[in-house]
């Protein structure tokens, strides 16, 4: 490689590393006394953060007691003081500011913003005593507070959520001066700054909560987990595994962005971290500098619906949805699994569709036959160890009492000893160039051996999480003290393991490694905790105005009352939300306004759509902004790497991110996919055949099976992907799922139907504020000796009146009053379940059609290769 060219290169990398810090950890990076200010800033947020999340502040410490105890509004306005200050000094105001040192200006507004976000810490007994009643100061520091929030929003983000943030700000003030439709009383600026400020209704509110109390530490762990190696360990194992297929190396990226994005909540930061490597090497099989940057793209947005992080929605969906963090993972982990399958399926079509190879291995490939015998037997080995772990923590416990903690740790080190000797038998992993002329693949055994270890955190946390069912916060706490043991000690070991006298220098680098991490992991989390803050702005905002309710009227117009058309809605204005806000504040936004709606408008439909559904749903379609042309940033990041045109990345990447604008519209309608109230046993054969319809859809939305798609086998084989997810909705059309029954003679037939069953009320009413409503109410009937008492055992009594059934009493706090039933409400239809051939029968003439479309392109591909194979002969 000439001088010119190393130039070149060393420039294209620190543009993109400018790329990177200007959307994550902020492009300002000041020299002498200022930079040491803010990496101690940085470092102090993340001590501070691992502090309150310990149960050291608890701990009867000799002589002083317990200290440093905050309540959860206190951490918040230091958490959201930290971001303020590191915000306006590693963020330059305008692209010709100062990179290099920090405005007087700056620290000055950094210094005001810290004190503002601080305030209810500070001044927080005297603002206890007298609430909703603030006096001058509290109002000068809150409309400060407030300004500068705003300001740093814009820097750290970008104008989008800032004046997102401000349309609802003057919503607030200025309700009676609005358009009819969406009028309200209007606010005072007392009563607006009382409630943004002062109070967790709006900026120190959940979504804050969840930051400072949750998605600090695992950004922290993740930080921690680069920063020891892990990224490149998880690059080398994919590449050393699926290099040598077709396509290989794109297959590889897939892999390795899906395990970067476990531990990465940025996915700008995952294209620049693997693309770096997995791009080049692409293009050097086949893929075009376009094709290449959108696998890139679309595998690292995808690493954002991966549990156990989510892009730190799975820990606002806590608080949001009501239901444990593990619910979550639980539910979201399927959909997500089987978007990565598909992708890498889209790969291997497009290996196919140009004839790509993979690369070459170092050694001489194993045959099928031991490949399979070492998977079984790796696959048996590991859960021997995990039953021996899981049964033998078990025995721990009650045998050694209060002292167990201490054990089971001491066993952890042991493993972890074993597991560092083991790594250090076999050389480092390097940072390959990617640009180097030849590209062998590095040797499995050897590669996989090399960081064991690095799995040892996230099996803490998974352990801590799903076993010991602790809190997020307190999993990830104990999963980052494990992290920050490994980055100090793993390089001391590995030099003794292997007779190296290198010991203290070693020692320093991992506690400077260390040190560097806690600083990356608070940088990293600037824009997060801004973000949510700003965020809470507009949660404050619907709270306060009552515009929710208004615009789930106007969005009930604009639908006519279609779910379906409902949902395109949603995730139209997901998508343009998403293209200027974070993942973050657009799931916030967008659920806090419109995921009530879609419930509301579902029940009125007839289709019980569960709150998780919704918010999962809400969730995908605004990740899909950072693919969306023309502002996804994901694409510019790939684009800058593969050298190809930006916007065409963006496209290319939507289209291969169909199959995750897909699956938000098949989980609402069959939340079998979210294994919701499913067995074991149902759980992995929904996962077989969702698998299977994936990338069914995919060879269509694609264009290629086992040949090029004809346009009636694209139809076919949509066709046969909707009956594999939906197979209900035929059998519902072959067999009705309900039979219907008179309102008028419902006690009567009730008198037949079994106690448990779930009935359908189709209900005419008024809502809360006298509008009138129709709606679908489920009850599950109760015991009794006939109808009557069945249904008054769920709280609901009937009374005819003319040809009408109304609602003649309803218990308080009875199933029917949960269910939405209230006096005077008039009942228009019953619904009760009648028996229905299984719906897997339709899987019949789904696999059936699916067959003879394999025979075809089989057929017509071997014809293909045929007359290939010919016309290179005659040549």
């Known amino acids: 490689m000439t001088e010119l060219q190393n130039r070149q290169a060393e420039a294209d990398d620190r543009e993109l590393q400018e790329m990177v810090a200007a959307n994550d950890t902020g492009a300002r990076i000041p020299e002498g006394w200022q930079g040491k200010i803010l990496l101690a800033a940085a470092l102090c947020w993340s001590l501070f953060q691992l502090w309150i999340a310990s149960p050291l502040p608890f701990y009867d410490w000799p002589i002083i007691g317990s200290f440093g105890i905050f309540n959860d509004t206190e951490v918040r306005a230091i958490h959201l003081g930290f971001a303020a200050f590191l915000a306006f000094t590693a963020y330059p105001a305008l692209a010709r500011s100062p990179r290099h040192h920090i405005p007087v200006t ?31 100061q509290d109002l000068v520091f809150s409309i400060t507070g407030l300004i500068l929030l705003l300001e740093a929003t814009r820097r750290t983000l970008g104008p989008p959520l800032m004046i997102v943030a401000i349309v609802f700000l003057t919503y607030s003030l200025a309700g009676p001066w609005m358009p009819e439709l969406i009028a309200h009383k209007g606010v005072t600026l007392k009563e607006l700054v009382n409630h943004q400020w002062l109070t967790t209704e709006g900026v120190f509110g959940i979504a804050l909560g969840v930051s400072s109390n949750f998605v600090f530490l695992f950004v922290l762990f993740g930080a921690l987990l680069d920063k020891a190696g892990a990224g490149n360990y998880f690059i080398k194992v994919a590449f050393s595994l699926l290099g040598h297929m077709r396509g290989g190396p794109a297959k590889a990226a897939v892999v390795s962005s899906g395990l970067t994005g476990l531990i990465s909540g940025s996915s700008i930061a995952n294209v620049v971290t693997t693309g770096t490597f997995t791009i080049p090497m692409m293009k050097r099989v086949g893929f075009t500098s376009e094709k290449a940057g959108a696998v890139e793209v679309a595998s690292s947005v995808n690493g954002q619906i991966m549990p156990p992080v989510m892009g730190a929605a799975a820990f606002l969906m806590v608080e949001y949805v009501g239901i444990s963090y593990v619910e979550v993972i639980t539910h979201a982990f399927l959909p997500a699994l089987i978007s990565y399958l598909a992708l890498i399926y889209i790969v291997h079509l497009e290996a196919l569709k140009q004839n790509m190879q993979g690369l070459p291995r170092r050694m001489e490939v194993k045959t099928w036959q031991l490949r399979l015998i070492g998977m079984l037997t790796g696959f048996l080995v590991t859960a021997g160890i995990a039953a021996v772990v899981y049964y033998g923590i078990g025995w721990v416990k009650p045998t050694f009492g209060d002292y167990a903690g201490l054990v089971i740790a001491a066993l952890l080190f042991v493993v972890y000893l074993f597991l560092v000797r083991f790594a250090s038998r076999v050389p480092d992993l390097e940072l390959d160039d990617p640009d180097s002329p030849m590209v062998q693949l590095p040797e499995v055994g050897p590669t996989v051996k090399s960081g064991l270890h690095y799995l040892l955190p996230v099996v803490v946390l998974v352990w801590c999480l799903m076993i010991e069912r602790l809190s997020p916060g307190l999993s990830a706490f104990w999963a980052t003290v494990l992290m920050m043991f490994i980055l100090v000690t793993q390089r001391p070991l590995m030099a003794w393991f292997r007779g190296k006298d290198e010991l203290p220098r070693r020692l320093r680098k991992g ?101 998780i559904a919704v918010h999962l749903f809400v969730f995908y379609f605004g990740i899909m902004a950072d693919v969306t042309p023309p502002v996804g940033l994901a694409s510019f990041a790939a684009a800058a790497v593969s050298g190809g045109d930006p916007i065409r990345t963006g496209f ?5 991110s169909l199959r995750t604008a897909a699956l938000p519209f098949l989980f609402i309608f069959n939340t079998d996919l979210l294994l919701i109230d499913v067995s074991w046993a149902q759980g992995i054969q929904i996962f077989i055949v969702a698998t299977i319809a994936m990338l ?91 109808g009557r008492d069945r249904l008054a055992s769920v709280g609901l ?51 059936a059609l699916l067959l003879v479309l394999i025979t075809l392109q089989r057929r017509r591909r071997a014809q293909d290769e045929q007359a290939m194979q010919g016309a290179s002969a005659s040549a």
């Open 652 to 656: 290319q990447a939507f289209s291969y």
């Open 511 to 611: 506690f400077n490694e260390l040190i560097d991490g806690l600083i990356v992991g608070a940088r990293n989390m600037i824009g997060i905790g801004i973000a949510t803050a700003t965020a809470g702005i507009i949660v404050g905002a619907v709270s306060q105005t009552g515009v929710g309710s208004v615009l789930a009227d106007l969005v009930e117009v604009l639908s006519m009352g279609n779910l379906l058309l409902m949902l395109m809605l949603t995730a139209v204005l997901s998508l343009i939300l998403g293209m200027g806000l974070p993942t973050t504040a657009n799931y916030i936004v967008v659920s806090s306004l419109l995921a009530p709606v879609v419930i509301s408008l579902g029940q009125e439909s007839g289709l019980i759509v569960p709150l």
């Open 106 to 136: 700056d620290i000055a507004l950094s210094l005001l913003g810290a004190f503002s976000a601080s305030y209810i810490f500070l001044f927080y007994d005297q603002l206890v005593t007298r609430p909703g009643l603030p006096n001058t």
């Open 797 to 847: 009594e009937l009374i005819a009146s003319g040809d009408r059934t109304l609602v003649d009493f309803v218990g308080f706090d009875s199933a029917a009053e949960k269910a939405g039933m209230a006096f005077d409400q008039v009942i228009t239809g019953v619904e009760a379940p009648q028996a229905q051939p299984p719906k897997q029968l339709i899987y019949i003439p789904a696999v």
């Open 696 to 786: 069914i859809f995919t060879a269509a939305t694609q264009g290629y099976f086992f040949s090029r798609n004809r346009w009636y086998e694209t139809l076919a084989l949509l066709l046969i992907a909707f009956s594999l997810f939906r197979p209900g909705f035929w059998m519902d059309r072959i067999v009705a799922p309900y039979q219907q029954i008179e309102p008028s003679a419902l006690v009567q037939s009730l008198d037949t139907v079994e106690p448990g069953t779930e009935l359908r009320f189709w209900v005419d009413g008024e809502d809360a504020v006298g509008n009138a409503r129709s709606f679908v109410a489920t009850l599950e009937l109760g015991e009794g000796d006939n």
